[in-house]
């Protein structure tokens, strides 16, 4: 019983570093695209326009403006 606490206790402390190494916290920028005009947003062109802006991610999303629904394009990348 001893030899398996001490087995994991190895693998923990082995993939304990991949923790720590920057860009895995996973802080993710978000913003509006500023190419994107598509008044119906369309994943694969908002995907394109996004990498075209920079970013490594688009998606469509919805968001609530004076009482309407709109779905844009917002582009992510890690910060």
């Not at 082995?14 to 119906?40: F, I």
């Not at 991610?57 to 992510?76: D, E, P, V």
């Amino acid at each position: 019983m001893g030899t398996l606490n001490v087995k994991i206790l190895l693998c923990l402390l082995l993939l304990m570093p991949l923790h720590l190494v920057p860009g895995s916290g996973g802080a993710t920028c978000k913003e509006l695209s500023r190419t994107y005009t598509n008044p119906r947003c369309d994943n694969d062109e908002c995907v394109e326009a996004c990498r075209k802006e920079g970013f490594t991610r688009g998606a469509c999303g919805g968001i609530i403006k004076r009482k309407k629904i709109m779905i844009l394009c917002f582009c992510k990348k890690e910060c």
